[in-house]
């Protein structure tokens, strides 16, 4: 099994470009979420979903879209690249029961300039 | 909404030193814990997990965390580091109940000089 699988690994952009970050997963997690990391800030939750066609808000949703067409992908999209959305980013899935730990991609490390 | 503090920033030790980090988190229910590591240049990997029953649970690598509900900690100890443990280690904590996600503290550094 792949996994979780996130694409690009590595990303820069220019202020207000627009891009998407690609997650895929092959385990039929229904739960995927999107942390974004930063140094001395930890894991910070961005946005999640509980199924296909459900989608939450995290903690710094501000910036990003997400979807849920699918079981298996939870695309993050960008709108309008932001020098403080350089970070790298991760995407996580997990079944839906109470005691299902988090599995992560490698991340995607985004540069905006 | 839970919420999760680690206490150290930044640890340095000496291999063969003893190691314990700190955590707490705030929420009145019923809670899962977990300790997760983040290696250099790598993703985070799930080092422990609480769900239930003995308070002490052991992971891999020589890692055990006690979980102290009256203090609402969930520290993370190891007898004797070793090199190979330097790392960021994240405290996590997930309301136990549907829907919730997992909330993580801001990470402790940790560098084991040889």
């Known amino acids: 099994n792949a996994g979780v699988t996130q694409t690009p690994k590595f990303q820069v952009l220019k202020t207000g470009q627009s891009m998407t970050l690609q997650c895929a997963q092959d385990?039929?997690?229904?739960?995927m979420s999107w942390y974004r990391q930063d140094p001395g800030m930890g894991l910070r939750l961005i946005h999640y979903?509980?199924?296909?066609?459900?989608?939450d808000q995290g903690e710094v949703p501000n910036g990003y879209n997400v979807s849920r067409s699918t079981t298996e992908d939870f695309p993050l999209r960008l709108l309008s690249a932001a020098p403080s959305q350089t970070s790298v980013y991760f995407c996580?899935?997990?079944?839906?029961?109470?005691?299902?730990?988090?599995?992560f991609g490698n991340g995607t490390r985004l540069t905006v300039t | 909404a839970q919420s999760v503090s680690q206490h150290n920033h930044h640890v340095i030790l000496s291999e063969a030193a003893s190691l314990e980090l700190g955590c707490n988190y705030s929420?009145?229910?019923?809670?899962?814990l977990f300790w997760y590591v983040q290696y250099p240049g790598q993703h985070l990997q799930l080092l422990l997990k609480?769900?239930?029953?003995?308070?002490l649970v052991k992971g891999i690598k020589g890692f055990e965390a006690e979980f102290i509900k009256s203090k609402f900690s969930f520290n993370l100890r190891k007898p004797s580091v070793q090199w190979s443990d330097t790392a960021e280690y994240f405290c996590?904590?997930?309301?136990?109940?549907?829907?919730?996600?997992?909330?993580f503290g801001k990470g402790t550094t940790l560098s084991v000089s040889s």
């Open positions: 996590a904590v997930k309301a136990n109940q549907a829907g919730t996600a997992l909330i």
């Open positions: 979903s509980v199924g296909a066609g459900i989608t």
């Open positions: 609480y769900f239930s029953g003995d308070p």
């Open positions: 996580a899935s997990r079944y839906r029961g109470y005691n299902s730990p988090l599995h």
């Open positions: 385990m039929n997690h229904e739960y």
């Open positions: 929420y009145g229910g019923t809670v899962n």
